[in-house]
């Protein structure tokens, strides 16, 4: 393998998946439905199939497409767009992230994230050779610091990762805040990267776009997809939106790592981004239900729970059970409780910061969701 994958794993969503499996373990793990998308989209699918839309599409999203998600970001933060040269579809947020870094990012450069992360921008901030510096958030209520950002920006710093709202905490990221790290941004011209795929999802407050904010839409890529909002995580079709002068950089990076993205499920993108109110009101009320559920049942179980604004996700404490780390305590919630969580330690630049905590998934049904809780009841 090479060097600059070699300190990487397997991921830990495949490793804690394999597990469920072979332990019949109830999967709060991996943060993938288990429902499905809704009929319109999956019709509008079908249909394009039937209908010969087979063929690669336009490397940077099918026309339709592109306005149809320019539509949805004007409806969503007033900003608006040029489809054609502002936005590229990509497949999933995964590759929008991968694109941007190897697109933007030369190597030695120094790129900021708040820890814990998604595992996916660590190695893909590696493969561009850039240079990480992290902040952490912690809890309870894993606010951004800001003296600490920046203390750690310097005049090597191209860009500050966010992911908001945030997994694996859940935390949602305030206007304050936002607006903390957007100033900060501009005194030292540092361009923001963010990965905003739970914007649907957030619970008791509202999700704000940092390139909604004065003067960042210039120095933003903001990054989305279908996946969660629609419950189709397996379709991976995503986008990045960001000005002609950074959208090139992505746009080429794409171009030369997948070219194109399946053509049929872009024509049913447009469908479901074109869904009315009542389909997200319905999804945030579904979520509320869901997520109180298994609040309320880990914090019966004994957890102490950082409940999320925002997200699939809750976070907890485990060390009331009396486990050395948050590994040995996901391998005995398997191996002896029949649930799988992921052990948060995975995310964190330090991992040491992370070994109390683990990350529970509440997309699944409330009877998954409530066995889940029984067996923890009874077996932790
Ligand atoms: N984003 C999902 C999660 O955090 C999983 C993505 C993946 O499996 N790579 O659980």
């Known amino acids: 393998v090479a060097k600059r994958l070699e300190k990487f794993k397997t991921t830990i969503f495949t490793q804690m998946s394999l597990l469920a499996a072979q332990y019949g373990a109830i999967n709060l793990g991996q943060g993938f439905p288990n429902f499905d998308g809704p009929e319109f989209v999956k019709e509008a699918a079908i249909e394009a199939i039937r209908d010969g839309k087979n063929q690669y599409a336009r490397g940077y999203g099918i026309p339709d497409l592109n306005i149809t998600i320019a539509d949805r970001f004007r409806k969503d933060t007033g900003l608006e767009v040029d489809p054609e040269k502002e936005i590229i579809v990509t497949t999933g947020c ?19 994230v708040f820890s814990p992360c998604y595992d996916s921008y660590l190695a893909t901030l590696s493969m561009a050779g850039a240079k990480v510096k992290g ?11 800001i003296e600490e950002l920046k203390s750690v920006i310097s005049k090597n710093t191209r860009a500050v990762l966010i992911n908001t709202p945030h997994n694996p905490t859940g935390k949602v990221f305030t206007r304050e805040e936002l607006n ?3 100033s900060i941004c501009i005194d030292n011209d540092v361009l923001v990267f963010s990965d905003e795929v ?3 999802l957030v619970y008791d407050v509202d999700h704000i776009s940092i390139a909604s904010l004065p003067g960042m839409f210039e120095r933003t890529v903001t990054m989305n ?13 995503g986008w990045a939106i960001a000005p002609p002068h950074l959208s090139w950089g992505i746009k080429q990076a794409h171009s030369f790592l997948t070219f194109a993205t399946a053509t049929p499920l872009q024509w049913a993108s447009v469908a479901a981004l ?17 997520r109180a559920i298994l609040v309320e049942g880990l914090k019966d179980v004994g957890f102490e729970v950082f409940s999320p604004s925002g997200t699939y996700f809750v976070v907890v404490d485990h060390t009331p059970f009396g486990h050395e ?14 649930v799988v969580a992921i052990p948060t330690s995975v995310f964190y630049l330090n991992p040491e910061e992370g070994k109390n905590l683990v990350r529970f998934a509440f997309c699944k049904d409330e ?11 009874d077996k932790l």
Request: hydrophobic share 45%; net charge negative.
């Open 94 to 112: 995964t590759e929008a992230i991968a694109a941007t870094m190897l697109g933007l990012i030369n190597h030695g450069d120094e790129v900021i």
């Open 198 to 200: 739970y914007d649907k």
């Open 367 to 377: 009877a998954t969701l409530r066995a889940a809780i029984e067996r923890m009841k």
């Open 274 to 290: 074109r869904a009315p109110d009542s389909y997200f009101v319905e999804l945030k009320r579904d979520y509320m239900a869901k």
């Open 180 to 182: 903390a790290i957007a």
């Open 325 to 338: 780390d948050d590994i040995a305590f996901c391998e005995y919630l398997i191996k002896e409780v029949g």
């Open 135 to 145: 902040v952490t958030l912690r809890p309870p209520e894993f606010s951004v610091p």
């Open 225 to 237: 997809s279908l996946g969660k909002t629609f419950s189709l995580t397996g379709w991976k079709i």
